[in-house]
């Protein structure tokens, strides 16, 4: 089943070049001009990856982003042409999981929604056969693989593809010290870009969401990186 791509911009042209490209590779494609319209096709249709424009009428993509991110986790590439750091980190603040900047080219486009899907999906692809995963278990922290969930304390915390796989890298790692470059190496599967501030972001995003009691159970190592800390007293 071909996976369905929502392309979300008030720029019909845009649009049009989006739909070419992707359907050309076995996409189905839905469409719209507008943030509201975006939101009522991701309620109403199956969407399994989204495009957004920034500057929408009706609703901006940054609104969409954060009304998708309330009912929704679909990987999320955010379209602009502000391309300043500000932005591109207010993007992945709210939740986008990639950025790409106006004007682009189509292909590129086209090889980031291949591995934003890739990443994305293929968390769980191929299970059949191969067993489960086993759950891992770092002081009252409890990470599901098979169901990409983490728990503290019996509590859900609801994570994106990016955040999952970091915190799968430092789970089967407790206590060991990852660079910036083997953080966004595992959690985006590319090659790590010096000036790039994901990393930082995504960190900062996780800490928040696992914070208790006003105790970071990920740790940053001055000059070298993070570590999650692995006595089970550092994590309560």
Same mark, same amino acid.
Do not use: H
């Given at each position: 089943?071909? !996976?369905?791509? /929502? ?7 845009? @649009?049009?070049? $989006? ?20 939101? @009522? ?10 495009? /957004? ?40 603040? $709210?939740?986008?999981?990639? !950025? ?31 067993? &489960?995963? +086993?759950?891992? &278990?770092?002081?009252? $922290? @409890? ?37 910036? %470059? %083997? ?8 090659? !790590? ?14 800490? +928040? ?25 550092? $994590?309560?």
């Amino acid at each position: 089943m071909a !996976y369905r791509i /929502l392309v979300a911009d008030d720029e019909a042209e845009i @649009r049009e070049v $989006l739909r070419l490209y992707l359907e050309k590779e076995g996409y189905e494609i839905v469409e719209a001009a507008e943030g509201t319209e975006a939101v @009522r096709l991701i309620r109403e249709e199956k969407i399994d990856l989204a495009l /957004l424009d920034i500057m929408m009428p009706g609703m901006d993509g940054y609104r969409v982003l954060r009304n998708i991110r309330e009912e929704n986790n679909l990987p999320v590439i955010m379209l602009s042409a502000k391309s300043s750091d500000s932005d591109k980190i207010l993007g992945l603040d $709210l939740g986008a999981d990639d !950025y790409i900047t106006k004007p682009f080219v189509p292909l590129e486009a086209v090889a980031r929604v291949k591995s934003n899907l890739r990443r994305f999906y293929a968390l769980g692809a191929g299970d059949s056969g191969k067993g &489960q995963d +086993a759950a891992l &278990q770092v002081g009252n $922290l @409890r990470l599901e693989p098979d169901s990409c969930l983490l728990y503290r304390d019996g509590e859900r915390i609801e994570l994106t593809s990016v955040e999952f796989r970091i915190m799968k890298l430092f789970m089967e790692n407790p206590g060991r010290v990852f660079t910036k %470059q %083997q953080i966004f190496e595992a959690g985006w599967e590319e090659a !790590y870009m010096v000036s790039d501030n994901n990393v930082m972001v995504c960190i900062s995003k996780l800490r +928040a969401k696992l914070e208790k009691d006003g105790r970071d159970c990920i740790r940053t190592i001055r000059g070298l990186g993070y570590r999650l800390e692995k006595s089970e007293d550092s $994590l309560r």
